[in-house]
């Protein structure tokens, strides 16, 4: 068995001009205490960008574990019909000095849109949203996001399901019909399984309120440390198809997360790869390629649609 440590990722920023600042948006009820405040204080300031902080209401710690935070940046603007997004690239990096995360927006502001012809009446001011990320909750500590001044930072909450097997839910009963149709353009690959998923139809709105999370794991025979599979879970296209599908490649080698543990006895559990999320289609399937013994696991997130 193979063993990997993960390697501390620097610190580094984009510069730009113009001075930065603090600012902190508050969840209802949310603590914001001495002790938040201090972990604020540990983020350097980044001439060019605001330093922004979330706080989020404690919760139990079996609800946090399946909450996700999807954090927004964007601006409200004068728009009509089309749709509207601002270009741009969100990324988490660590703190070196404590191994804090942080999320980090750059852009220089650039409006893209669809080119639908719009009546004249159709204009009014919505907020044009930027690359957003998916965040674990966590109100033990704030999530920190530097963005140039000129832009807004929301959020929206999402609640996760129960973790669902591949192989036991990928039966096509609930599956459109068109979903069921493409399977056929997805072919099989030698020494790769392919793992279907089929998603029950819903309407747009109830579709746009959901993500998909895909989980690559294998059952191993490991001591109590804390570990990950190695690999990365990439996306292709069907040719000629235009249609996505994933593939996930590993030497099933370990990646130790965290401290060795000083217990040696050995349990059969299940060790986790790279996790996706998707959005949720259900009018084509999601096809995952793996090497032979890797299991697939999904799980459905869903959010109110509210922005805070």
């Known amino acids: 068995m193979k063993i990997k440590t993960i390697p501390t990722l620097l610190l580094a920023f984009f510069i730009a001009v113009s001075c930065g600042t603090s600012k902190k948006s508050t969840a209802e009820k949310a603590p914001y205490t001495v002790t938040m405040n201090k972990i604020i204080d540990s983020y350097p300031e980044i001439t060019g960008f605001e330093k922004r902080a979330i706080f989020l209401s404690k919760l139990k710690a079996s609800e946090e574990s399946n909450m996700k935070i999807e954090i927004i940046p964007g601006r409200d603007l004068l728009v009509d019909c089309n749709m509207y997004g601002i270009d741009g690239e969100m990324t988490e990096r660590i703190l070196e000095k404590n191994g804090n995360p942080f999320y980090f927006f750059n852009s220089r502001g650039e409006v893209f849109s669809t080119k639908m012809a719009c009546p004249d009446d159709t204009k009014e001011v919505r907020f044009v949203s930027g690359e957003s990320i998916m965040a674990d909750y966590r109100s033990d500590m704030p999530l920190v996001v530097y963005t140039s001044q000129f832009f807004e930072v929301k959020y929206s909450l999402w609640k996760g399901s129960e973790k669902m097997s591949v192989r036991d839910n990928n039966n096509g009963t609930l599956a459109t019909s068109e979903a069921m149709e493409s399977v ?33 794991g294998k059952n191993m025979k490991v ?3 804390n570990y990950r599979l190695d690999g990365k879970l990439e996306t292709e296209q069907v040719t000629g198809f235009g249609y996505d599908f994933w593939v996930f490649n590993t030497d099933e080698s370990l990646v130790l997360k965290d401290e060795k543990c000083k217990k040696v006895r050995r349990q059969e559990r299940s060790i986790e790869g790279e996790r996706q999320m998707i959005s949720y289609n259900s009018r084509l399937p999601i096809v995952i390629y793996a090497p032979k013994g890797i299991e697939f696991h999904y799980k ?6 509210k922005l805070y």
């Open 223 to 225: 001591e109590c440390s």
């Open 184 to 216: 056929k353009n997805f072919p099989l690959k030698d020494g790769f399984e392919r793992h279907i998923v089929f998603l029950p139809p819903l309407d747009n709105e109830e579709e746009i309120n959901r993500k998909v999370e895909l989980i690559p």
């Open 300 to 305: 459905i997130w869903e959010t109110n649609g």
